[in-house]
């Protein structure tokens, strides 16, 4: 119950109605005693920067979750990032530390890394290919190349995008192979669809999956249903998979410890969390 | 539970620690199904001003509640104020009109008022003596005479302070009869305590209860317990009495009115509150 020694995780984004992170740290905050609430504040772009510095002068503010439309413009309004930040061109959490500096890292990727991680598959030296350099393409490719990724493959319909997030790849981890506009599995041992095919029913699928290996992991971001027409089709190709929400609760462990809060598994928030899909 | 519909009522003040507000209304907006939520804010002076502003930037912001220490420096942060705030030199409830203008009332001293009217006191004309022009004895004159009393007596043993009442409830009531530097209570159809005494063990007495009426109504600010000495003394002398609770809980109806929510009683808040005296 909220009271007056209640920690705040300010929940930031523009509109508010479709946050999820509420009914999913508020249900593990008060099942495992934690005096601390994600509260949805709805800022537009034009009052943003002040919100964000004003809010982190409260006394009782843990932490910020930053959403849509902020995620850019917060990565240049922190005095520290992460290499995530830096290849994502993004940042959804802020921290401020004890010395009054405002800190930021992007757990989206961390997310999808974790659970593939978790499911068995060795990132270390390995080869994925992203399809998609959008928002959660490129947050997901700078979370596999920050687990040590060799080879990294990148491709968006809009080539630009791809080519500016291979340049920041590159410019934080040098050592990175990368392939760029081709969208060909074959080869790699992660394959992600990082773009909106399947949020529409008829959607053409991302890749062409006649090239797709059994033995290549298969992970998914959409969230429409469990089990999208792609990973469908890669389960019947014997391919293991990701589902798109593994990625949602993957990633709250990582914010739970970027803000210092006892951590769990993302099993234990999924059966707490207070979702209708 | 907090979604992203939810609106926020911002409880700012410094420290939190002591903050009772998420502890009554939040218990009522769950139980009544109403989709809001009292945020403890622990804000300092220094960046207070900017914080208010920046809160209510907000698209989900539907009030603010202002505690210590920034009542009196709200004042003047605002677009609009009632008399009620210019004679208590205070403001403790903010809300954001449609056309984006910042207003502001204090319901301190309405919680009083409510109770005593409930309790069958008609303030129309009627002669009142607050002892104690601090800055609750302040808000419980201001509404006082918001409701129409007659005649009202100040006493504080910081004169300046009475005088300075004095000449702020003067200057938005012309007609009412002051009579100030007195705490003799004959002839008063209500006598308040708003002074500290009572909050420690062995504090004398407010005013002398060998001048008080069994026909005065007798009312407290003090919350130390149920039944300060102060109260059992005047009702030893017969007198009807007030509790310092009730002031709390009869202001609470006055907020929901002010930022727009269903409104409901003091007893049916009691019921639901969450507070350990």
């Given amino acids: 119950m909220i009271n007056g020694h209640t920690e705040i995780i300010a929940h930031i984004g523009y509109p508010t109605h479709s946050f999820k992170a509420p009914m999913i740290y508020n249900p593990y905050f008060e099942a495992s005693g934690i005096n601390a609430v994600v509260v949805p504040m ?24 930053i ?13 520290e990032v992460t290499p995530t930040v830096r290849v994502a061109g993004a940042c ?23 659970g593939v991680q978790r499911k068995g ?8 290919l992203v399809v ?29 995008s791809a080519e500016r997030l291979g340049a920041r790849l590159k410019s934080q981890y040098p050592s990175i192979a990368l392939k760029l506009h081709t969208k060909d599995p074959q080869g790699y041992d ?16 991302p890749i062409d999956m006649d090239r797709l290996s059994s033995d290549t992991f ?6 429409r249903t469990e089990m999208t027409a792609f990973l469908t089709a890669a389960q019947a190709r014997g391919c293991r998979i990701q589902v798109g929400s593994d990625m ?30």
Avoid: C, W
């Fill in 190 to 205: 992660l394959v992600v669809n990082a773009t909106p095919l399947g949020m529409n029913e008829g959607d053409p699928l």
């Fill in 121 to 128: 598959l060795d990132l270390k030296g390995a080869r994925a």
């Fill in 218 to 223: 298969v992970g998914e971001v959409v969230m």
């Fill in 132 to 160: 998609g350099s959008g928002g959660v393409g490129s947050a997901i490719a700078a979370s596999l190349a920050a687990s040590g990724l060799g080879t990294m493959g990148l491709f968006d319909v809009n080539t630009a």
């Fill in 92 to 114: 959804n959490a802020v921290k401020r530390t004890a010395d009054g500096r405002l800190v930021g890292d992007l757990f989206d990727g961390e997310g999808f890394v974790r």
């Fill in 67 to 79: 959403t849509m439309p902020h995620k850019m413009i917060t990565v240049d309004l922190l005095d």
């Fill in 42 to 65: 709805g800022s537009k772009p034009e009052t943003y920067p002040d919100l964000l510095r004003s809010v982190f002068t409260l006394e009782n503010i843990r932490g910020a979750l």
């Fill in 248 to 277: 949602l609760f993957e990633q709250i462990p990582a914010y739970l410890e970027f803000f210092g809060y006892p951590t769990t598994t993302a099993e234990h928030l999924r059966s707490l969390a207070r979702l209708s899909y």
